[in-house]
């Protein structure tokens, strides 16, 4: 079935880079996203990649994709203390007759630390 | 333009009420997905609506119900609330077609 890994926490001092990675099982993803969640708060959309793309920047935000590895990752640069939340994978998968399925990982905790 | 708004933001019931949750799309947006999210199970998708038809379903009882309007706006109910659906449930709405979702804060419910 369709799962999606990611490791439980992460902790970065501040300036540092942050890589926060990602694995699945379903190669037949049609976009993968990166989404934030801050405390008392909602999932924000931070970036998504097409499928058939193998990397995307987007100012502090780099995603690379490894299809064959099935593994994406998300790269924060000059990681601020202000990015501590908790960062969730997730992939759309076409179920059939225009139908789609979004499954979404465990979420990874990132904390900086001062 | 107004993202995803979820009303109440809050709710206290007991157990064995019902409660109806609303969630307002982004302008343009004819999907809408409803998750459950706790901290044991995580994410959870309970359903999905596209132009006011059910198009896909988790795996949750049939206490969990939901609809969807014309003008794409959705609501979700529970009946017979038990002490486990305490969650924070969360709608997000998109174009449909595998595009990017866009979450609303979510409702929290707490079942005392």
């Known amino acids: 079935g369709e799962d999606v890994e990611q490791s439980l926490f992460l902790s970065v001092r501040e300036g540092d880079s942050s890589v926060i990675n990602c694995t699945y099982t379903?190669?037949?993803?049609?976009?993968l996203y990166w989404y934030k969640q801050e405390p008392g708060a909602g999932l924000q959309l931070l970036t998504y990649?097409?499928?058939?793309?193998d990397m995307k920047q987007d100012q502090r935000l780099t995603v690379l994709l490894n299809k064959k590895d099935k593994h994406l990752s998300l790269r924060i640069a000059d990681t601020q203390t202000g990015d501590s939340a908790i960062y969730f994978c997730?992939?759309?998968?076409?179920?059939?007759?225009?139908?789609?399925?979004?499954?979404f990982g465990t979420g990874t905790r990132l904390k900086v630390l001062a | 333009k107004a993202g995803v708004t979820q009303t109440p933001r809050y709710l206290i019931k007991t157990r064995g009420q019902q409660v109806t949750l609303s969630c307002s799309p982004i302008?343009?947006?004819?999907?809408v997905s409803w998750y459950q999210q706790t901290p044991g199970q995580g994410l959870q998708f309970l359903f999905e609506?596209?132009?006011?038809?059910?198009?896909n379903k988790g795996n949750f009882p049939g206490r969990f119900s939901g609809r969807q309007f014309s003008n794409s706006r959705s609501e979700m109910n529970v009946s017979t609330l038990e002490l486990g659906d305490s969650a924070l449930y969360l709608c997000?709405?998109?174009f449909g077609g595998g595009e990017p979702q866009h979450f609303g804060d979510g409702t929290r419910l707490s079942i005392l």
């Open positions: 997000a709405s998109s």
């Open positions: 379903d190669s037949s993803s049609t976009y």
């Open positions: 990649i097409f499928s058939n793309m």
């Open positions: 997730a992939e759309s998968i076409s179920g059939g007759s225009g139908t789609y399925k979004y499954i």
């Open positions: 302008s343009g947006h004819r999907s």
């Open positions: 609506y596209f132009s006011e038809t059910q198009r």
